[in-house]
Structures are given as C-alpha cells and as structure tokens.
C-alpha cells in the first residue's frame, strides 16, 4: 500500500510538473486513465512510461499531441502482443531514449524495440516507404532523426490499431 501510494505521488509530481500545473496534471491523468481502458492495460504501468516518454520529447518535433499519438499507438500494439509490465516498459524506454537523443540506433530499435514489438524494424520500413536495407544504412549513418516516430506510430495503428481495443460487454 505505500508502495502504491508513492507511485501515486510520483506520477502526480511529474505529471504537475511536465505540464506546468495540478490542472495539466489532472488533464493527463484523465487521458492515462483513457488510454488504460481503451487497450486493458494497467494505469500505473503505464504511468511511469508516459512521465519519461512526455520528458523525452521536451523541446523536440514530438512534443505535445504526436508524443501522445505515439504512446496510444504503441500501447495499443501492447494490448494486441500481450505485453507484460516489462514488455510494455523496455518498448517505452527505447522510445523515451529515442527521443532523448534525437536520433534512432540500431541499439534500441533492433534491440530494445524489436523485443518489445516482433517486428518493428519492419514496421519502421514500411512507416517510411524504405527496405530494410535502406533503414538500417540511415541509421547506421546517423542519419535518422527520432520525428519518424510518428510515422511509425501510424503504421503501428494501421497494422494492430482495429484489434487493440478492449471489447465492452
């Protein structure tokens, strides 16, 4: 229980913080609790993704609403994968240091990602209209900025989007 109540007070002190006040806050809260529902998964698993998510995009082209398209879209690929707590959180974390450092390694999508998301090198391929081959020499040129995210993000709605949603009865 007070494990519980720490993580309550954690994800409420970065959520006031990230959005610059206790009604932002409750905004984002009201929205995790959506996402929650939308896809069954746990609210305080993916709480802590989010807070990261939401600061690793800071100052960046996903800051804002894309940040949100990304992480609904990749907990929707969650919720279809049956991904666990730690699943769910190494995909977010490769994303968050995606975005922390503005650029995508192999490293985290080859490896992090990947593990995550069966298939996300080529989910990444197709989100770009590119092979492959092509990806993995942008990357390897570190030529590939972390706003292809988005795309990605859309892809990854197209291909798990229509079977993500938890079924109301």
Known sequence: FVELNQRI????????ALSGSTDGAA??????????????????????NYVKLIASSKG?????????????????????????????HRA???????????????EELKGQL?????????????ALGITTADLLA?????????DVLLPFATQLEQEFGKFATTGKT
Request: aromatic residues 6%; glycine residues 12%; proline residues 1%.
């Open 9 to 16: 007070e954690n994800l409420s002190r970065g959520l006031t």
């Open 27 to 48: 905004q984002e809260v009201e929205y995790l609790a959506g996402v929650s529902e939308k896809y069954g998964l746990k609210i305080l698993d993916l709480s802590d």
């Open 60 to 88: 960046t082209a996903l800051e804002g609403e894309a940040v949100k398209k990304v992480f609904d879209s990749v907990s929707g690929a969650m919720a279809v994968l049956g991904g666990d707590t730690t699943t769910v």
């Open 92 to 106: 977010f974390n490769a994303l968050a240091q995606m975005m922390s450092k503005g650029q995508i390694y192999s």
């Open 114 to 126: 990947a593990e995550a998301i069966p298939g996300a090198l080529g989910i990444m391929s197709r």
């Open 138 to 146: 942008l990357m390897e040129a570190g030529s590939l900025s972390s």
